[in-house]
């Protein structure tokens, strides 16, 4: 009895000790919301992307993901503002240059392009340096640093590269599927339509193998002809380098022309002093840019709005907080249609699709919207399958070189777990139906010709309806759409050529075009306001302590299972491996 009280009493100190942890946290949070961060008036400022990522949308740091590891979160800084505060360094006489580190980026590919190039205008806009330094290069992470005028590196034994060029890996399941009695039934419009290929072959198709091949060329096309161009060297050296895995050793990259010198720390510290004006590194002053963006990027008090609607994440059906909920972000259009302060919206988009309907619903509003104000388009890393559906009848389409686009095509998958049941579980099964399809979708047996035919139906009136409004949108005839179609995923700057993008532009290329459209081209004028809302720190804890009206996984999960997936959606998160 006495233990038992004494375990009943750690339990309950327990219990008053992590809310305790938790009421402190909050009040926390609540205390560092007031007021404006100061910075100091002369520095250097400090961009270490081994601290923050720069995403879509800032975003604080979850609290409860660092009550659970005991340690800080990565901060997610929005792109706009970040490119803001950069524009706002390169005007500032204080900051003296930006000393950049891009080792242990998690920048995405498209975002990194548009943060190499807001950097690039800091350096010719600004007339102010920027120095970098790399430990463990990889391909995007130099890339990023190469925009530098001086790029420096370490020279110790050990410091890993990996600059080998772009290369991206395809996963399939087919044959442990089929070990496993799981039948996955496909149903597609487009050769190049590959996302169920993943659950049905052993390897990819040859159209599947084509595209990729495409895609990684002209993402390195892009990559090395700018690396080339910052660097005075011609691509032809680049090539020759990455081919002949002559990036080994840091020496290495000082002879081939990637790196201007090896530094050690004290060094280094020497270096960043010359460059400062200082008689030492300890005169120097380094001005976070986390905290500089804080200080500097501040709410406009203009009343003329250009909204940015922020369609991040794969497009999904209701009204869920994450992702893009086609219900919620119906609401969201409808509002900011209505809202008369706003008189121009960029449509952000960053996503590989998802749900036709949702996507439906999402572009009706849109269409609607554009009837009232300017709408132009702006792309992220994705904007393919239900990301291009929602966004090509925008008046303009801002694409980066390294976007992932098009993928104009649908496919249904519908897996069939009888074997699974009856082989692998031994489980029987009896289904007791009403009428000859009633259980087609149960999961538990294979389609017949007659249902095949029902959802292959679906499925060409949906491509269909994909290429009319692709053709409406462009202004590109519904047989040209077809043949550049069929599933087919292109990079930003191969779109152009086939006029599914109108510009290799940046998110601030079609700010600064949608105030021209709305009046007035000085950005500075403008109240640049995001939808949806960023979530505070306080409203993350409470939704993520069960105060939200997201759903539990197993809810969702069995939603899924309950109806058959029809989706215009990219084949896989492609990304440069690192």
Known sequence: MKNFLKMMLAVICGIFLLNALVFSVIAGIASAGSGTPSVPSEGVLKIDLSKIVIGEQSKEADPLEMLQSGSRSVRTIGLWDAVQAINTAADDPGIKYIYLKTDGSATSAATAGELRESLSKFRQDG?????????????????????????????????????????????????????????????????????????????????????????????????????????????VQLNEAVDGL?????????????????????????????????????DVTMIDFGSYVDSKVLPSKGSKKIAVIYANGEIIDGGENSDVGGDRFASIIEKVAKDKSVKAVVLRVNSPGGSVLASEKIKAELDRLKEEKPLVASYGDYAASGGYWISNNCEKIFSDALTLTGSIGVFGMIPDFSKTASDVLKVGVETISSNKHSDMMSLMRPFDKEEYDFMLRSIEDIYDRFTTIVSQGRGIPKEQVDAIGQGHVWTGADALDIKLVDEIGTLEDALMYAANLAGDSDLENWNVKGYPATKSQLETLIESLGGGNGEDFSIRLRKTLEKPRIVARLPYNFSILQ
């Open 246 to 282: 002559k990036l080994c050793l840091p020496q290495d990259f000082v002879d081939c022309g990637l790196v201007d010198g090896l530094l050690d720390r004290e060094a280094l510290q020497n270096q960043l002093a010359v460059f400062a004006v200082e008689d030492s590194f300890s």
């Open 127 to 235: 007339g102010k340096a920027i120095i970098s330094y790399i430990e463990a290069p990889t391909t995007l992470s130099y890339y990023l640093a190469s925009v530098a005028d001086k790029v420096y590196m370490t020279p110790h034994p050990g410091a890993t590269s990996s600059v080998t060029g772009v290369s991206s890996q395809m996963i399939f399941l087919g044959d442990l599927l089929k070990k496993l009695g799981v039948n996955v039934q496909l149903i597609r419009h487009g050769k190049y339509k590959s996302a169920g290929e993943m659950f049905t072959r052993s390897n990819s198709s040859p159209e599947n193998r084509e595209q990729y091949q495409l895609m990684v060329n002209s993402m390195w096309k892009t990559l090395s002809t700018q690396i080339a161009e910052s660097r005075g060297i011609s691509i």
